[in-house]
């Protein structure tokens, strides 16, 4: 079931709050991604919101102002809660509920009193949209795994389960941060002179772009998603930066995997878009060369197929200590989109459940760096420097292999098409220290 | 900071609960684990205890009668948790309180009012002690991973980083389960004929004789644990299934490691074996042979080589459907000991914070499957059937390579010596289905 379009993805629709229709920004009335936010000067506990141009409709509030009234108790008790968990596991027969009536109240031709809810993005600060039990990486970008690979193993860049199998693998919750939340060098073991490793600050510490899908119902312990009903499980996307260290990676990974190179810190954004916004911007899954195998039956779907997808515009830009103190703005590093992923959301959650693993609501699953065909479409310096080899240069002549101390990282994402209402997904940002 | 031994390691004191002396007991007065547990009948609430004999002290009511007056506020309020979380944030500062106070409480020569709080195993159903924020495995022990490398990498069977880093990666918190769920068997993607993959129930489903870490208190993100700062963090131990799925595992686990080869279930035993019972049985860690290279000074200390070690002796069983409508008991299909990881728990925990990865309150880390340098002392069915080829006979007739349908697997753990009290892990069961 992939949302189709209705009357809260008119691009015509005229919102009340003024900032909604600055050109540019990454939230109008057709938007409305959810998140959880404090009021610092208040001390306020944490509440839902949905962010609307400049200001956030505070969900707390509006129960308490009776403007979700009518709808369904759950859904209106889980606009009240601390983290979006509650809402999320409602599944899809509420959320579209709550989306309409957060449009109707938001519309230039609503009388409802909403002035009380409105909150200033400036006065708020932003946390963890949902507590996160379960992490999930996967591999889903083709062109990554191939620069990736030729690097790590040059005799055999992408192994033979690839094209078969959404590769994947667990990750640490506990680091998953909030944008804006200090990312702390990590020290590690890393090989060294004689093979013998040495133990020291990671110097080979790299971002990666990435996509993440929240989990909203999830499914019972020993019963698989089938692929038909995996789209109705994913309640949004937000943005993820899964900050690696390279060295230390090399050095761990074989032969179980990752583990000490990424569980230091995870960034993501704090706005989470929901499938039912980005209905407008659902396109036919990535076209795969006839050499390529298609995908076993449980990965297959029509209706993934065609519409499994999502175009949505990733990009990468840096701002170093230096260029900030010379005024420099953030430099782009590098560009890609979501559709070019080798797998659907669809597709990784289904395979996620083909056990019989419970997926909860709250989980995330990251795609994966998403790196495009093109140079200019790699989604982390590893393959953008090619491992340090053709480093990358910054505005005022500064060079880049990996990050330095001071760096800031920002990730973007943004749908948008002639004709359609154009919807971001905010920043993800995280500062190396 | 291992602990002394005390009062409440005493083997010659009496308890109030005569079973408690019933010679083999898992739960004399020396141990005092804790669980988390349900009373069916009474429709009541999950409950902390401590198991006694083949009775429970039940926590919360200990604390509705004011048995637990005088100590810490906190600590008392711990004890009418749902979880045991609040209590292993405490911290070890307060544990040995409770311990105390819970020996005294038992001891024959006690008065207080505890009957209202004893509880027959019989009554009760233990239930999860902790809500587990995050799970990890190691593969600490080099006989397992000597066994299981000859077989994946037959060129490679040990990576040169195994002798320098504690392997270890992410697994599945949400399909950790408690002893005596049903485990389901997976289905998922295996190798086929002709280089095409399969897509069906697993047919080499394997399990793991492991045993557990709790977190107690946890460090902020960023910060690592010293070597010598790592035992306090320990809460204590419970025995753990990690079951497998070796076809999976085979075809998935490159490049980014094993995942939903292992993520359909994880069994536990359901009572938590605190690093205070274990003090009398702490050891020297495992003696390197000379030509392996002293672990990175992160990883050492003189505390952790001279009494780093556990010495608790590790039992598999099985039983078949046929074994169990014959009356046949389960088989002993292998025995280990804790003591013979490569790695000591602190040197875990210590190499899991280093790259500043927050631990917290609940976590689990598993040790990997513990094999010993015997045969007899392989962990899993791969390693004791050499993956299929040496099948394993049971009582009956029947042969084993991999688990069959109904097979149940007990984990048992005991740590025992001349003079000493002999404390028991109780049994930690799984039956496939």
């Given amino acids: 079931m992939i949302y189709k379009l209705n009357d809260t993805h008119d691009p015509s629709l005229k919102c009340r709050v003024e900032t909604a229709h600055i050109p540019g920004t990454d939230f109008p009335i057709q938007n409305l991604p959810f998140g ?84 200033p993005m400036s006065e708020a600060r932003m946390v963890m949209p949902a507590r996160i039990g379960n992490y999930t990486y996967f591999y889903a970008s083709i062109y990554h795994a191939q620069n990736v690979g030729s690097m790590f193993r040059p005799d055999n860049p992408l192994l033979p389960n690839y094209r078969y199998v959404p590769v994947g693998y667990h990750g640490r919750a506990s680091s998953v941060v909030i944008s804006g939340a200090p990312v702390h060098r990590p020290c590690g073991q890393a090989e060294g002179a004689d093979s013998i490793p040495i133990f020291a600050p990671s110097r080979m510490l790299d971002y990666e772009l990435e996509v993440g899908i929240f989990v909203g119902a999830g499914n019972p312990l020993g019963k698989p998603i089938a692929i038909t009903e995996a789209e109705p499980h994913i309640f949004g996307l937000c943005l993820v930066n899964d900050w690696s260290a390279r060295d230390i990676q090399k050095w761990e990974y074989q032969p179980l995997g990752p583990f000490l190179a990424k569980s230091f810190a995870t960034t993501i954004s704090p706005w989470v ?33 065609e519409s499994g997808g999502v175009d949505l515009d990733l990009q990468v830009f840096l701002s170093s200590e230096q260029m900030r103190s010379s005024g420099d703005k953030p430099a782009l590093l590098s560009r890609s989109n979501l559709r070019d992923l080798y797998w659907t959301p669809a597709q990784l959650l289904t395979h996620h459940a083909s056990n019989g693993c419970n997926l909860c609501p709250g989980d995330l699953i990251a795609s994966g760096t998403i790196s495009g065909p093109e140079k200019e479409s790699r989604g982390c310096l590893l393959e953008l420097t090619w491992r340090g080899a053709e480093p990358v240069a910054l505005p005022g002549g500064e060079m880049r292999r990996f990050l330095e101390n001071g760096d800031e990282v920002i990730l973007r994402g943004r749908a948008g098409r002639a004709g359609l209402a154009n919807i971001g997904f905010g920043e993800c940002r995280g500062t190396v220290c």
Same sequence: chains 1, 2.
């Fill in 36 to 119: 959880v936010f404090v009021r610092p000067k208040r001390n306020s506990k944490p509440h839902i919101g949905v962010a609307i141009g400049n200001s956030i409709l505070d969900i707390f509030e509006c129960v308490e102002e009776g403007l979700l009234a009518g709808l369904p108790e759950d859904l209106v008790d889980a606009g009240q809660c601390d983290s979006l968990n509650t809402l999320m596991a409602l599944g899809p027969d509420q959320w579209p509920l709550l989306r309409r009536r957060i449009s109707e109240l938001l519309r230039a031709n609503s009388k409802a009193p909403i002035n009380a809810a409105l909150v």
């Fill in 273 to 305: 878009v929901t499938m039912e916004a980005l209905a407008p911007y659902r396109v036919p899954a990535l076209l795969r060369p006839p050499e390529d195998p298609t995908p076993l039956p449980y990965l297959t779907s029509v209706e993934d197929r």
